[in-house]
């Protein structure tokens, strides 16, 4: 017996048996003497009425669905939920042979069935003997989709498909093979194909790869144990939230594509998990060159459009793709040893990995002198190695945690920050896509100690992994949130990045760096520096909002550390003048007094980051253009004070009491204002008698602040005004008279008002 007339033995007797099975059924069928409506092969009816039996329904079915004596129902699953009803679903045969779509679910309460609903397929008559063999239908499969690799095989399927999605679907007898593999372009593919079993034509195929995002647990550098969506793919879980519409890939070696489209780096990777826990892995994490073979020209001839980079690449050295350059080394004309690589977190899937150093030229990029080696020791600890030429060095493996985890989870909460605190669905506030580029540094600064926002049309994040000395990976939470809010900044108020405009706009970017830190760690987790986790030299933070002078950076405009905005120094201040701003939020948030470095005297009442950002985020997106400096952002601050609080005159004078404390503005005049003549018709009160709010029009250039105060004189609100419409929300108010009395310096003006 050959093998084809073997697979088709088999199949008869499958058939066989099936058959038998089902003829024992037919003779236990019985009429239950009414038929379910059917639409469109759709079933959804009650029994509750009918008092069935689960025995009784399944001796019934066929009848029930309107089928034919060729079908038949077998159970397949049952589950009972904790409302105490139970589930059982049935598959639909036809001589046999399963039809893939004809499924019926009948839910059983206390034992007798309360309700059917699912699918069904009414078929008139079918050939089920199939013409071609299991190996043909495989392997017509796997041409289809030009697999010349298969990861795992299952078992082939005979069963009945629709091979047309429309109303009036057509059915056909059909082998089911599932392909699990790789194609001739390298792309791995998971599909069910379905074969015609009579002529071996490809009817369709379906993936099962869903990209939908999965929950992870992401073991953090900074941050601890956080949790992250990830997407899952035939190779695992990847660093992409699909609801949030962010994408965090490695950059490590990558260089930006000439042709850029909206992609920075068309040859970033992926980062790969086998499972959702994201925790620490092997790492080659440092590498020096300590001896260096004599008669090579590695540390030599410096200076000269040469210099010495650090490598990792992984293949063969011809064809090696590079997938980090850690460190540049300049050093006159020579170079002393030993030369060391720090921070380079690459995570080797394997030892197929080469390091090393190599001499570059800027103009060409050719490499004239090298010393790699293989990464072929994956435990921890430190090993020697010696590359063919003789020369000499070590390589460090530490098990570490992936600073990619940090740039994506600090994302999505920073996603999450501007959408819930601040209503802004991402940076153009309609769902734009967030690429993150971790290890994306270097080809734009040459070194690893930065992080930085790229404007339109690319909207990206790019991070440097720190040289380790100066700072450590720059991914911390609120550098997340600074460099995304540069790219807000980019789309509505525009500061152009030099000078005062500048230094606004680095301000801001730090302003809701922090608030974004506050709203994710809270109280207990927050503080009021910036970029705390990731700067090792010196003070070991960017920034201090709370005490700008600690890192040389201006409290006061104009005052003490103050960058001239002609200086060709940092854009003209944009970092260091930043302070001015950054102590402004600080105080607005959280109050605060002192004298400035004009002299003056402050004292500012805290009116809470709830409400400090608000005001801030107004300004930007509402008040402020390319060139504003910082006496807009005054204006613009006291005016989003008044759009969003206009019955709270405190939070009025806390803004402006926190622009005199870094010496912009006077102190604040709605308490202490010289004389201010009013006329009848300055101030207009409408509608009086009044019952939910009343509206004070006023004419008047400065503003005022107001009491309303009971008939006993006691006063029950205070209330701000300013110029135009004022409206003033009086329903927690007792029905009554009442007086509003505006100060107005040296005299005061009265109106009265009556509460229905």
Same mark, same amino acid.
Do not use: C
């Given at each position: 017996?050959?093998?084809?007339?073997?697979?088709?033995?088999?199949?008869?007797?499958?058939?066989?048996?099936?058959?038998?099975?089902?003829?024992?059924?037919?003779?236990?069928?019985?009429?239950?003497?009414?038929?379910?409506?059917?639409?469109?092969?759709?079933?959804?009816?009650?029994?509750?009425?009918?008092?069935?039996?689960?025995?009784?329904?399944?001796?019934?079915?066929?009848?029930?669905?309107?089928?034919?004596?060729?079908?038949?129902?077998?159970?397949?699953?049952?589950?009972?939920?904790?409302?105490?009803?139970?589930?059982?679903?049935?598959?639909?045969?036809?001589?046999?042979?399963?039809?893939?779509?004809?499924?019926?679910?009948?839910?059983?309460?206390?034992?007798?069935?309360?309700?059917?609903?699912?699918?069904?397929?009414?078929?008139?008559?079918?050939?089920?003997?199939?013409?071609?063999?299991?190996?043909?239908?495989?392997?017509?499969?796997?041409?289809?989709?030009?697999?010349?690799?298969?990861?795992?095989?299952?078992?082939?399927?005979?069963?009945?498909?629709?091979?047309?999605?429309?109303?009036?679907?057509?059915?056909?007898?059909?082998?089911?093979?599932?392909?699990?593999?790789?194609?001739?372009?390298?792309?791995?593919?998971?599909?069910?194909?379905?074969?015609?079993?009579?002529?071996?034509?490809?009817?369709?195929?379906?993936?099962?790869?869903?990209?939908?995002?999965?929950?992870?647990?992401?073991?953090?550098?900074?941050?601890?144990?956080?949790?992250?969506?990830?997407?899952?793919?035939?190779?695992?879980?990847?660093?992409?939230?699909?609801?949030?519409?962010?994408?965090?890939?490695?950059?490590?070696?990558?260089?930006?594509?000439?042709?850029?489209?909206?992609?920075?780096?068309?040859?970033?990777?992926?980062?790969?998990?086998?499972?959702?826990?994201?925790?620490?892995?092997?790492?080659?994490?440092?590498?020096?060159?300590?001896?260096?073979?004599?008669?090579?020209?590695?540390?030599?001839?410096?200076?000269?459009?040469?210099?010495?980079?650090?490598?990792?690449?992984?293949?063969?050295?011809?064809?090696?793709?590079?997938?980090?350059?850690?460190?540049?080394?300049?050093?006159?004309?020579?170079?002393?040893?030993?030369?060391?690589?720090?921070?380079?977190?690459?995570?080797? &899937?394997?030892?197929? +990995?080469?390091?090393?150093?190599?001499?570059? @030229?800027? %103009?060409?990029? *050719? $490499?004239?002198?090298? !010393?790699?080696?293989?990464?072929?020791?994956?435990?921890?600890?430190?090993?020697?190695?010696?590359?063919?030429?003789?020369?000499?060095?070590?390589?460090?493996?530490?098990?570490?945690?992936?600073?990619?985890?940090?740039?994506?989870?600090?994302?999505?909460?920073?996603?999450?920050?501007?959408?819930?605190?601040?209503?802004?669905?991402?940076?153009?506030?309609?769902?734009?896509?967030?690429?993150?580029?971790?290890?994306?540094?270097?080809?734009?600064?040459?070194?690893?100690?930065?992080?930085?926002?790229?404007?339109?049309?690319?909207?990206?994040?790019?991070?440097?992994?720190?040289?380790?000395?100066?700072?450590?990976?720059?991914?911390?939470?609120?550098?997340?949130?600074?460099?995304?809010?540069?790219?807000?900044?980019?789309?509505? &108020?525009?500061?152009? +990045?030099?000078?005062?405009?500048?230094?606004? @706009?680095? %301000?801001?970017? *730090? $302003?809701?760096?922090? !608030?974004?830190?506050?709203?994710?760690?809270?109280?207990?987790?927050?503080?009021?520096?910036?970029?705390?986790?990731?700067?090792?030299?010196?003070?070991?933070?960017?920034?201090?909002?709370?005490?700008?002078?600690?890192?040389?950076?201006?409290?006061?405009?104009?005052?003490?550390?103050?960058?001239?905005?002609?200086?060709?120094?940092?854009?003209?201040?944009?970092?260091?003048?930043?302070?001015?701003?950054?102590?402004?939020?600080?105080?607005?948030?959280?109050?605060?007094?002192?004298?400035?470095?004009?002299?003056?005297?402050?004292?500012?009442?805290?009116?809470?980051?709830?409400?400090?950002?608000?005001?801030?985020?107004?300004?930007?997106?509402?008040?402020?253009?390319?060139?504003?400096?910082?006496?807009?952002?005054?204006?613009?601050?006291?005016?989003?004070?008044?759009?969003?609080?206009?019955?709270?005159?405190?939070?009025?004078?806390?803004?402006?009491?926190?622009?005199?404390?870094?010496?912009?503005?006077?102190?604040?005049?709605?308490?202490?204002?010289?004389?201010?003549?009013?006329?009848?018709?300055?101030?207009?009160?409408?509608?009086?008698?009044?019952?939910?709010?009343?509206?004070?029009?006023?004419?008047?250039?400065?503003?005022?602040?107001?009491?309303?105060?009971?008939?006993?004189?006691?006063?029950?609100?205070?209330?701000?005004?300013?110029?135009?419409?004022?409206?003033?929300?009086?329903?927690?108010?007792?029905?009554?008279?009442?007086?509003?009395?505006?100060?107005?310096?040296?005299?005061?003006?009265?109106?009265?008002?009556?509460?229905?």
């Amino acid at each position: 017996m050959n093998r084809r007339i073997f697979k088709l033995a088999l199949i008869a007797a499958g058939l066989t048996t099936i058959s038998a099975s089902s003829y024992a059924q037919k003779a236990q069928k019985q009429d239950p003497g009414f038929t379910v409506p059917v639409k469109n092969g759709s079933v959804a009816a009650s029994l509750k009425a009918k008092g069935m039996t689960k025995t009784e329904v399944a001796r019934s079915l066929v009848s029930m669905l309107g089928l034919s004596d060729k079908h038949t129902f077998v159970e397949v699953s049952e589950k009972t939920d904790k409302l105490g009803f139970t589930h059982t679903t049935y598959q639909q045969y036809y001589q046999g042979v399963p039809v893939e779509s004809g499924k019926i679910l009948v839910h059983f309460k206390n034992g007798t069935a309360d309700n059917i609903n699912g699918k069904v397929v009414h078929l008139g008559t079918m050939a089920v003997q199939p013409s071609i063999a299991e190996e043909a239908a495989a392997g017509y499969a796997a041409n289809s989709l030009s697999v010349n690799r298969t990861i795992r095989t299952y078992p082939v399927q005979l069963v009945i498909t629709a091979v047309s999605n429309g109303a009036q679907k057509e059915y056909a007898l059909a082998y089911k093979v599932r392909i699990d593999g790789y194609t001739t372009e390298k792309k791995v593919v998971m599909k069910n194909v379905y074969v015609d079993a009579g002529s071996g034509k490809v009817l369709r195929q379906v993936s099962l790869i869903a990209h939908t995002d999965a929950t992870g647990t992401a073991h953090t550098l900074y941050s601890g144990m956080r949790t992250i969506n990830t997407d899952s793919t035939a190779d695992g879980y990847r660093l992409r939230d699909n609801v949030r519409k962010i994408e965090t890939y490695d950059a490590g070696g990558a260089e930006p594509d000439g042709g850029w489209g909206s992609d920075v780096f068309t040859n970033a990777r992926d980062y790969f998990s086998q499972s959702t826990d994201w925790d620490e892995q092997p790492a080659l994490m440092e590498m020096s060159l300590t001896g260096v073979a004599s008669g090579s020209g590695l540390l030599t001839g410096l200076g000269s459009g040469n210099f010495v980079t650090s490598l990792v690449l992984r293949g063969d050295l011809s064809t090696a793709e590079t997938v980090s350059w850690p460190d540049i080394h300049f050093s006159g004309p020579t170079l002393p040893l030993p030369v060391i690589a720090n921070n380079i977190y690459v995570f080797p &899937a394997d030892t197929g +990995y080469l390091a090393g150093y190599a001499k570059v @030229n800027f %103009s060409t990029g *050719d $490499i004239s002198d090298s !010393a790699f080696f293989y990464v072929n020791n994956l435990a921890a600890g430190t090993h020697p190695w010696t590359d063919a030429a003789g020369n000499t060095g070590t390589f460090t493996i530490a098990k570490q945690k992936n600073p990619a985890l940090d740039a994506h989870w600090g994302m999505e909460m920073t996603h999450d920050y501007y959408s819930e605190v601040l209503d802004r669905n991402s940076y153009d506030d309609n769902g734009g896509v967030v690429k993150n580029y971790v290890n994306g540094i270097w080809p734009f600064i040459g070194d690893q100690n930065n992080a930085m926002a790229l404007p339109a049309p690319y909207f990206s994040m790019l991070y440097g992994m720190g040289d380790g000395e100066n700072m450590n990976p720059v991914v911390g939470l609120d550098v997340m949130g600074h460099e995304f809010t540069h790219i807000v900044t980019g789309v509505t &108020a525009e500061l152009e +990045y030099q000078g005062e405009s500048g230094a606004l @706009n680095e %301000s801001f970017s *730090d $302003i809701f760096g922090t !608030a974004i830190e506050f709203y994710t760690k809270g109280q207990a987790g927050a503080n009021w520096t910036v970029g705390e986790d990731v700067v090792i030299a010196g003070n070991g933070i960017f920034r201090s909002m709370s005490n700008p002078k600690a890192e040389q950076n201006p409290d006061t405009y104009e005052g003490q550390f103050w960058i001239p905005v002609t200086s060709p120094e940092d854009n003209g201040g944009v970092h260091t003048n930043s302070g001015v701003q950054n102590k402004w939020f600080y105080l607005l948030s959280v109050g605060g007094n002192g004298t400035n470095d004009k002299g003056d005297a402050y004292s500012v009442t805290g009116i809470g980051i709830d409400k400090a950002e608000q005001i801030a985020y107004r300004n930007l997106t509402t008040y402020l253009t390319m060139n504003s400096d910082y006496m807009d952002a005054y204006a613009g601050s006291l005016q989003s004070a008044i759009d969003l609080f206009p019955s709270d005159s405190s939070v009025y004078r806390s803004v402006k009491d926190a622009w005199y404390a870094v010496g912009i503005g006077e102190k604040d005049s709605t308490t202490a204002v010289t004389e201010v003549q009013v006329n009848s018709g300055d101030l207009k009160l409408y509608p009086n008698p009044a019952t939910q709010r009343v509206t004070i029009a006023s004419s008047l250039d400065q503003p005022l602040e107001a009491q309303i105060l009971n008939v006993v004189g006691t006063p029950v609100m205070t209330i701000s005004v300013s110029k135009g419409l004022n409206p003033v929300d009086i329903s927690t108010l007792a029905k009554g008279v009442y007086m509003i009395r505006y100060n107005t310096g040296v005299k005061g003006y009265v109106q009265k008002l009556s509460v229905l």
